[in-house]
């Protein structure tokens, strides 16, 4: 399956003249001069951008989540402030901040820390909102690993809200997706909380 998938990465790719085409149309609408030396080569640069940050679109997320098996973990395990760097698909604006993912082995399934950062990568180089994407990190994991409860928290600044609109510089969007035990749960629920905002239950900062 996996492979099928990778197959199926490398016939999509991305029409770069097309992205060009766009980037020059809105120059001209912008009443600027897409021939004028700064911008000439701006198209260009920003459709090759546009693949590298969005290139998340065309990878299947859940390949390369390998499955180990390790009996003796069956406790929280929380990865937090994974960086973030994704853009808002209402305003074709970045949205940046970091990600905090917790999970609860069940028989002993765990998955390479590495891998949970880079599934959080590849969703967020992507057109995305920020709510989609916090469950689409939990949904994948869940399925993935079949754990007795995931918990993912993002946290970030939306360019869109601080450049435009109601223009608030620093607001930071918090949104959570809950499963398993961390939904059924409020003491386990809490410990992740406490964990992820740097404490340990009932004790000192770390
Ligand atoms: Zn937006």
């Given at each position: 399956m996996a492979r099928k998938n990778r197959k199926n990465c490398q016939v999509k790719k991305m029409d770069l003249k097309k992205i060009e085409q766009g980037v020059r149309l809105v120059i001209e609408g912008l009443s600027e001069d897409p021939e004028r030396p700064g911008l000439k080569g701006t198209p260009g640069r920003v459709a090759r951008m546009m693949e590298d940050i969005l290139g998340g679109t065309l990878l299947d997320p859940t390949e390369d989540l390998e499955v180990f098996q390790d009996e003796r973990h069956d406790e929280l395990v929380l990865i937090r402030n994974i960086p973030l760097y994704s853009f808002?698909?209402?305003?074709?604006?970045?949205?940046?901040?970091?990600?905090?993912?917790?999970?609860?082995?069940?028989?002993?399934?765990?998955?390479?820390?590495?891998?949970?950062?880079?599934?959080?990568?590849?969703?967020?180089?992507?057109?995305?909102?920020?709510?989609?994407?916090?469950?689409?990190?939990?949904?994948?994991?869940?399925?993935?690993?079949?754990?007795?409860?995931?918990?993912?928290?993002?946290?970030?600044?939306?360019?869109?809200?601080?450049?435009?609109?109601?223009?608030?510089?620093?607001?930071?969007?918090?949104?959570?997706?809950?499963?398993?035990?961390?939904?059924?749960?409020?003491?386990?629920?809490?410990?992740?909380?406490?964990?992820?905002?740097?404490?340990?239950?009932?004790?000192?900062?770390?």
């Open positions: 808002c698909e209402h305003h074709l604006l970045p949205f940046a901040g970091v990600a905090h993912v917790a999970y609860i082995p069940k028989e002993g399934r765990i998955i390479g820390l590495s891998k949970i950062a880079r599934l959080v990568d590849t969703l967020a180089r992507r057109l995305q909102v920020q709510e989609r994407l916090t469950k689409q990190v939990a949904d994948i994991l869940n399925a993935t690993l079949n754990p007795l409860g995931v918990m993912v928290v993002i946290e970030a600044e939306h360019l869109c809200m601080s450049m435009r609109g109601i223009k608030k510089p620093k607001a930071i969007t918090v949104t959570s997706a809950v499963r398993g035990s961390f939904r059924n749960n409020p003491a386990t629920r809490t410990e992740a909380m406490m964990l992820i905002k740097g404490g340990i239950p009932g004790g000192r900062e770390v």
